[in-house]
């Protein structure tokens, strides 16, 4: 069988990235590394597919952007900064929607891959460390959105998930809450995780805090609900919830009305995202927003510098989030207890 370049990286013991640099003679590499992969291709008699090369510097003027799932409202904000600075550039965004499994969005990777896409913006959690090492060795630029394996390529875009839910816990404090619950997502997500965190940043140096405090809600709306009754089944006498996005902040809020508690007059609640669902609920949602429409324009930028630049080098880019405070943890309305 032929030698890879996955076989040339593991013999030099360098990564695929770094093999491409050397292979096309772009980005910096030093020249003992230089010397080992050359030695490696060598040994191996790696032979670089030359018309595979030349199809990689096509240009589609089409980029792809992936998605965990669309009906999730915090994406077609996302969706549409993208799309503006793409159309604004002459390119056409692709719509994919993973439904957050690893292996449809590497079913996407091949397809995209072999229609020449000019570059990929991940929204979602599943990829590993081969995924991106393909993408590298296809020499396809990427930007992923909160998280991505260790890599030494491509563009990652978060925001401050941590300090965002200090300061979260802190305005619920503020407002005069006594006893704070936190609602969180799936661990396996580091926005999820960093949240999380933020929380018990916080909440850990007052003397209510319990773990029990802390309870899963799957980033749902029902997982919302289903927190509720879970929290005030062990805390009846909570009077503020964080809910880690404003979907299950969303739940917390219908939760609480079935059981017919006022909000925020017995329980505060807030949540994290900033998304236009939490201007419409009654009472309104105070949030910690994210800039949603600007990680879009970003990500779209980033992708499209790295297209035009052949980039490869590995880069991190934090934005700061805000809080929103509305009519759910007003301090004005807070009174009374259960």
Same mark, same amino acid.
């Given at each position: ?30 020249? +003992?590394?230089?010397? &080992? ?38 994406? %077609? ?15 056409? *965004? ?35 460390? +081969? ?9 396809? %630029? ?15 875009? &978060? ?6 839910? &200090? ?20 661990? +396996? ?21 319990? %773990? ?28 503020? @919830? ?20 006022? *909000? ?10 900033? *998304?236009?669902?939490?201007? @419409? ?9 994210? %800039? ?28 700061? *989030?805000?809080?929103?405070?509305? +009519? ?11």
């Amino acid at each position: 069988m032929k030698a890879t370049i996955r076989d040339v990286a593991k013999l030099a013991g360098v990564s695929v990235a770094t093999v491409s640099r050397v292979m096309n003679q772009k980005g910096y590499v030093n020249s +003992e590394t230089e010397q &080992k992969v050359n030695k490696a291709m060598q040994q191996l008699k790696f032979e670089p597919n030359q018309m595979a090369r030349g199809l990689a510097g096509k240009r589609t003027k089409t980029i792809a952007l992936i998605l965990p799932d669309i009906s999730n409202p915090f994406f %077609p904000g996302l969706a549409r900064g993208v799309e503006d600075i793409a159309q604004n550039n002459g390119y056409t *965004v692709i719509l994919c929607n993973s439904d957050d499994m690893g292996v449809k969005e590497r079913s996407y990777i091949e397809v995209l891959k072999k229609k020449y896409i000019d570059g990929i913006i991940f929204a979602t959690n599943n990829l590993v460390r +081969e995924d991106l090492e393909r993408m590298e060795e296809a020499q396809i %630029p990427f930007v992923m959105l909160d998280r991505a394996p260790n890599m030494e390529s491509g563009c990652v875009i &978060k925001v401050d998930n941590f300090g965002g839910a &200090k300061a979260a816990v802190e305005h619920l404090l503020n407002v005069g809450c006594k006893k704070i619950a936190h609602v969180y997502g799936p661990q +396996e997500l580091t926005t999820a995780k960093e949240r999380l965190a933020g929380y018990e940043e916080v909440a850990k140096q007052q003397p209510w805090y319990t %773990p029990t405090l802390m309870i899963p809600g799957d980033f749902t709306i029902d997982g919302g609900i289903k927190a509720v009754e879970a929290l005030l089944g062990k805390h009846p006498d909570l009077d503020g @919830i964080f809910a880690g996005n404003d979907q299950m902040a969303v739940g917390v809020l219908k939760g609480l009305k079935r059981r017919g508690i006022s *909000v925020p007059g017995q329980v505060a609640v807030c949540g994290f995202d900033g *998304v236009n669902l939490t201007e @419409i609920t009654e009472p309104e949602l105070s949030t910690i927003a994210q %800039p949603i429409y600007q990680i879009g324009e970003l990500a779209a930028n980033k992708l499209i510098e790295r297209i035009n630049l052949s980039s490869t080098h590995y880069e991190t880019v934090e934005l700061g *989030v805000s809080l929103i405070v509305r +009519e759910s943890t007003r301090k004005s309305v807070m009174s009374g207890s259960r």
